[in-house]
């Protein structure tokens, strides 16, 4: 017979699930899936530019079509797992991105590939905050935090080790396969994961989904990611770049008007303004932001610029995996007695230190050494965040608080890849260097900046 846990969110003895630890197991590789699926494609970007002769538009689009929708349906994701149960909602999103991956493996033109993207994003949108709901529902107390630094863990490096998988497989059989080796994984987890979950009952009566308000978010962030990404070719001062962030702008009012007269909201702005879960959005934004500027910078100054081919530039990576998953654990490991506020600040500091460095010398000794550094930052930031805007929430709004989470997530992960390609532009389409130096010039500043805000905006033990 299990011993009963502590729900420090509702302050009631909750029976720890038997096969808790093994769900993690599962729910992990599916998630760690969803962040492959970033930066396994960034290594080989530079193959299916060549191979589908995408603009650079359309190659910032590879990554953006997938975290956009990812981002933008995340919070229709974590309502859906609140109100039908995580369990069915997990196993939908899997299917649909387990199928959506197949699909986009044979894609033979942008447009194939685009909106193969866009349908894991949905998949996506809707495995990843019903999953981490999961998580945050089978542990409490200080399990639940160690069980936050797996899965940050798990997340940070597979972010890490997607480019070295995609080094592998661009190399071997080809780009294809960075999508192709999601189905059978895919199916693997769904059977398991059919049979392990536990049943759940579903919300009593059931409210309608705000639609429109996934619309709208979705339509703003597409809107200020597009006027981004233009702005690397026509100038960040343009009427049309001025029109487009104006769009954005009024897109996010009319989704926080809408917010506050639906009658069943997709987000609790009361939530995201509590200091816990406004610290936490605040810091998964800036350290996704930072590590998808570590990746396409990396990926292609190492293929374009040195010449390096798809499994050399993955090796290369393979410290920065290390570094994650270390950052991660350490502070998962810690946070209970240093306090959130410190390991953040010193989480984005080592980040800013880690940027600096291809930014002062660029050479491949240093871009390594740099990333590695950054990205043990970015790794203790990630478990930050999660334990800061997770570890205090209600069991009934773990759902839509860890879609907020990973919305944020994903959000960052598409103005990162917008702004640094739009930055190191010139160095995309050209043979200087400037771009990248200015492109981790820029990572360095943000980081440094973010550091200074978390110092204060973080809440102490």
């Known amino acids: 017979m299990t011993e009963p846990q502590i729900n420090e969110a509702a302050g009631k003895d909750v029976p720890a699930h038997p096969l808790r630890w093994r769900i993690l197991g599962f729910l992990g590789i599916a998630q760690l899936m969803l962040i492959l699926d970033v930066t396994v494609v960034a290594i080989a970007l530079p193959h299916i530019e060549t191979d589908l002769e995408l603009s650079r538009q359309a190659v910032t689009w590879t990554v953006s079509a997938y975290t956009l929708t990812f981002g933008g349906l995340m919070l229709l994701g974590g309502r859906l797992a609140d109100l039908v149960g995580a369990k069915r909602v997990v196993l939908s999103g899997l299917l649909i991105f387990t199928a959506a991956s197949l699909v986009t493996g044979f894609a033979g033109s942008a447009g194939v590939l685009l909106g193969g993207r866009v349908a894991q994003g ?252 950054a990205a043990a930052g970015t790794g203790a930031i990630f478990v930050v965040a999660s334990a800061t805007a997770l570890g205090r929430v209600a069991p009934h709004e773990a759902g839509i608080a860890s879609g907020i989470v990973s919305t944020f997530h994903e959000f960052g992960a598409s103005v990162g890849a917008a702004v640094i390609s739009s930055v190191a532009a010139a160095s995309l389409i050209g043979d200087t260097l400037s771009g990248f130096t200015d492109g981790f010039l820029v990572a360095a500043v943000a980081a440094a900046g973010a550091a200074l805000i978390a110092a204060v905006l973080t809440p102490g033990r």
């Open 122 to 373: 949905l998949g996506a949108a809707l495995l990843s905050p019903s999953a981490l709901s999961l998580v945050v529902g089978l542990f409490a107390g200080d399990e639940r935090n160690r069980a936050l630094g797996v899965w940050s863990a798990l997340g940070g490096g597979g972010a890490a080790l997607g480019v070295l998988l995609g080094g592998l497989l661009t190399a071997g059989p080809g780009w294809p396969w960075v999508f192709f080796v999601n189905v059978p994984i895919g199916l693997v987890i769904l059977a398991a994961l059919a049979r392990m979950l536990p049943r759940q009952n579903a919300a009593s009566p059931r409210p309608r989904l705000d639609v429109l308000g996934a619309l709208l978010v979705t339509a703003a962030s597409g809107s200020l990611i597009y006027a981004v990404t233009r702005a690397g070719d026509h100038g960040w001062l343009t009427a049309t770049t001025g029109w487009l962030v104006l769009a954005a702008a009024i897109g996010y009012l009319a989704f926080v008007a809408r917010q506050k007269t639906a009658g069943s909201p997709l987000m609790d702005l009361g939530l995201l303004v509590r200091r816990p879960v406004a610290t936490g959005t605040f810091l998964i934004l800036i350290a996704t932001a930072l590590m998808i500027a570590v990746f396409f910078l990396g990926t292609f100054y190492f293929q374009h610029a040195e010449g390096f081919g798809a499994l050399q530039t993955g090796l290369l990576f393979l410290p920065v995996a290390i570094a994650t998953m270390l950052g991660a654990n350490l502070t998962g490991r810690a946070i209970a007695k240093a306090g959130a506020r410190g390991l953040a600040v010193a989480g984005l500091l080592a980040t800013a230190i880690g940027m600096a460095l291809p930014a002062v010398s660029m050479h491949p000794a240093t871009v390594v050494a740099g990333t590695a550094i």
